[in-house]
């Protein structure tokens, strides 16, 4: 019904039991149906009004599956990224032709914020950056959330909503923070926030190909360090 356009985004149902005599089924099926849909974001209900179709957005409909990238491991995780190392570049080479003037901003200004928290966490990847806790968790993570927020911010700048809920879907700050505190270890830090440089640079240059290719650079950094972490591990890389 909702497919075909006879219940339309925000829209209320029939009652679940109107529903079952024109489905034929039990009243039990139908709640576990609703329950079901509710929870993949097709449905929602709202108490004392009824069960309501919601707005159909991406991002809602895709929702569940950002549990993906927080909860694998090994050789899934690896596959992860090499999803992303086939999308993100081609996303990134989208926003260099599409982004305009304000999301340039707002992905300059987490680039600022994301080497300010970085400088603080390694103790000096900036002049001056020597402050109280760094080498801290809490600064890895800190630079974590601001990388994944470039990272969204890009992405969003395409304009693609259904991009930019699979790209979420396939990014973790949990494994951003790990990503950060491995390479933080190894001193390569600085290598990543090159990597970001390169990124901006293409953006604000309205430059595609350097855009793709600076991000397709720093998403084979990642899977390459990933790989190396899970043989030192034990885990499986191949």
Partial sequence: MISGGEVGPGERLP?????SAQLGVSRSSMR?????????????????AGV??????????????????????????LEVLQVRRMLEPAATALAAARADARDLERI?????HMDGTAAMDCGGLRAGARLVGEGSDGGVLDTAGADLGFHQAIVASTG???????????????FN????????????????????ERIHEALVA?????????????????????????????????
């Fill in 15 to 19: 009652t679940e039991r109107d529903l």
């Fill in 32 to 48: 576990e149906a609703i329950r079901a849909l509710t929870t993949l974001g097709v449905l929602e209900s709202r108490h004392g």
């Fill in 52 to 77: 309501y179709v919601t707005a159909l957005r991406p991002a809602d409909l895709l929702e569940t599956f950002s549990v993906l990238a927080e909860v694998s491991q090994g050789h899934t995780l």
């Fill in 108 to 112: 300059g200004a987490l680039l600022e």
């Fill in 160 to 174: 693609n909503a259904t991009l930019a809920a699979i790209n979420d879907g396939l990014s973790s700050r949990t």
């Fill in 177 to 196: 923070a790990r990503v950060w505190a491995g390479h933080r270890e190894a001193g390569l830090t600085a290598e990543l926030h090159e990597d970001h």
């Fill in 206 to 238: 309205r430059d595609p190909d350097a855009a793709r290719a600076a991000a397709t650079v720093h998403v084979l950094r990642v899977e390459r360090w990933l790989r190396t972490d899970l043989a030192r591990s034990g885990g499986s890389g191949d």
